[in-house]
């Protein structure tokens, strides 16, 4: 990577398309109003995105999260004089990277902007960002969306696109902390500086359920890359949503715009949801007076689920965009480029054709693990486990059902974390317990019911023991033995002469099938069902003929 002196240059007109946002029918918006007026919902989105360098953009201070306030701030994180900036090179691998996987235009040369504005956790009274020359620009993002109505008619997602206008690599502000004290702010610096991809779209989304699929396919793919943690809950990746409404009179064909606004700093897919909702909403009830509101900035507040004026929205001319003087232009050649994209790991998109294809899975199937990272490796290491790992005694190979282990990963397991709150970081279950677990299952050594309590009680009751000791020692395992099972069909036979009678006339499938059922009753459920029909028929032929 090469770096050139910088060059004068004049700001440039901005293209702001990415703060208005893309015209689309909203689930709650496409119909006709009382008064005639029709709506369409314009939403754009602007994802920060939060990279795991070791240290900040422009110095060496440390990254960690979570660190004490103000421990990881150098002299030029605040703002001291004389002290310049030096890119961190991982930054821009790591925007580069991101840029191919979204099949967007990676620029050989690119240059630095300070946008000015003034908040207690800006030292120095501007961001360093990529407004008018970026690193990268264009790109898509391609994802699956499904509403609440085609969930409930069991209809397939629907596959959308969504162009970007760029990528800006910048750096993140500081933080203020407004509840440590009655009167005072506090300010926290560690966070001052660290690189940020801010990902602009195109207003081409649709509903608060696109977005949201928009988000969920993002935060995906930079865990992909390994360029981010993605967690919304640390802050690692954050949105601000913009949001209008083309409204239309149905009996004139006339049509006008409400203004956009922005709703700031939303950590959640479920708030990016709520937030996008109140706006239309809000948006509507102001059309249907005849208002198009103004251009403003609005928080959303979690637990009213509604959005609140901050300011009016800055026009591009009131953050006065100039080069950053002590920034060169960043060249970076075509061959690094090329390094870049031949290190790229196998991203979503190639993971899901894989499992398809080696595993057999699904397209539903495949889409649920490989869109959580976690899952998807979960996964393999299960199938691994299960395809070459001998529980019990050398038994000979198990043909592995790849949908029956997809479906413990993303749904017994997965559904067990949520009712306990947990993450899958926090999974109780590892995936080695899980495949003993399943190799008892599928060798007909436990019922599908004492699978589903082993797991239970490992995940809901924080049982430490293993799996095999579970089954041991509370009596979960199924009979297997032959003579116990004869014993048990005996018991069954003897308690029922009369249809041993039938079975004799000739009505064998009838009868087998009610001394199955008798048989379960007799052992309290735990014999293996399978070794059951032959193990009767043979009793019934050999010792019951006569009777």
């Known amino acids: 990577m090469a770096f050139s002196l910088p060059q004068s240059q004049a700001l440039l007109d901005i293209n702001v398309a990415a703060a208005a946002a893309a015209t689309t029918s909203s689930p709650t918006s496409a119909s006709l109003s009382a008064d005639g007026l029709s709506f369409r919902t314009i939403v754009g989105l602007e994802v920060h995105v939060q990279l795991n360098t070791e240290t900040k953009l422009f110095s060496a201070a440390r990254t960690a999260f979570g660190a004490p306030p103000n421990t990881q701030v150098s002299a030029y994180d605040a703002a001291y004089p004389g ?18 996987a979204l099949s967007a235009d990676v620029h050989s040369r690119s240059h630095f902007d300070r946008k000015h504005y003034f908040y207690p956790d800006l030292p120095s009274g501007y961001q360093i960002t990529q407004q008018t020359h970026p690193l990268v620009s264009g790109g898509k993002i391609t994802f699956r969306v499904q509403s609440h109505e085609d969930r409930v008619a069991k209809r397939p997602a629907k596959v959308k696109t969504v162009h970007l206008e760029q990528l800006r690599l910048e750096q993140d502000s500081g933080k203020s902390l407004l509840d440590h004290h009655p009167s005072l702010r506090f300010v926290d610096l560690n966070r001052a500086g660290v690189p940020l991809i801010e990902v602009v779209s195109l207003p081409e989304l649709e509903s608060a359920q696109e977005a949201a699929g928009y988000v969920r396919e993002l935060q995906t793919l930079v865990q992909y890359l390994g360029i981010s943690d993605g967690s919304m809950d640390e802050g690692s990746l954050r949105c601000d949503v913009n949001v209008n409404l083309e409204c239309t009179d149905q009996r004139s064909g006339s049509s006008f715009r409400t203004e956009i606004s922005e709703v700031k700093n939303l950590n959640s897919i479920r708030h990016i949801i709520y937030a996008i909702d109140y706006e239309v909403e809000r948006q509507m009830e ?7 509101g103004r251009r403003e900035t609005r928080s959303f507040d979690p637990a009213a689920r509604t959005t609140a004026l901050l300011r009016s929205k800055e026009s591009e001319v009131d953050y006065r965009y100039m080069p950053d003087p002590d920034l060169p232009t960043l060249v970076v050649d075509e061959t690094h480029i090329d390094q870049v994209r031949q290190s790229l790991p196998e991203l979503p998109a190639q993971r899901e054709t894989r499992f398809r294809e080696q595993y057999g899975l699904a397209e539903h199937e495949a889409s649920l693990l490989v869109g959580q990272l976690h899952l998807a490796n979960y996964f393999e290491t299960l199938w691994d486990l299960v395809s070459h ?6 038994p000979p190979p198990l043909s592995v059902n790849a949908s029956r282990l997809a479906h413990w990963v993303s749904s017994e397991v997965v559904g067990r974390l949520a009712k306990e709150r947990l993450t899958f970081g926090e999974n109780p279950l590892r995936v080695e317990e899980l495949a003993d677990l399943l190799i008892l299952l599928e060798r007909g050594s436990l019922s599908a019911l004492n699978a589903r309590t082993i797991a239970d009680q490992i995940i809901l009751q924080g049982d430490r023991r293993s799996v095999i000791q579970i089954a041991k020692e509370d009596s979960l395992l199924l009979i297997q033995d032959k003579e116990q099972l004869a014993a048990f069909c005996r ?45 009767l028929t043979e009793v019934l032929d050999t010792e019951y003929e006569s009777k």
């Open 83 to 100: 002290e310049l900036p030096v890119l961190n090179r991982r930054a821009v691998d790591a925007c580069i990277s991101l840029g191919i």
């Open 286 to 292: 102001l059309a249907r007076r005849g208002e198009v």
């Open 491 to 535: 018991q069954a036979i003897e308690a029922n002469p009369d249809n041993v009678r039938k079975y004799h006339s000739g009505k064998h499938q009838q009868q087998i099938k009610f001394f199955i059922g008798q048989v379960m009753k007799e052992s309290k459920g735990n014999v293996d069902p399978r070794m059951i029909p032959a193990v």
């Open 389 to 394: 790992k001998s529980t019990l005694t050398s």
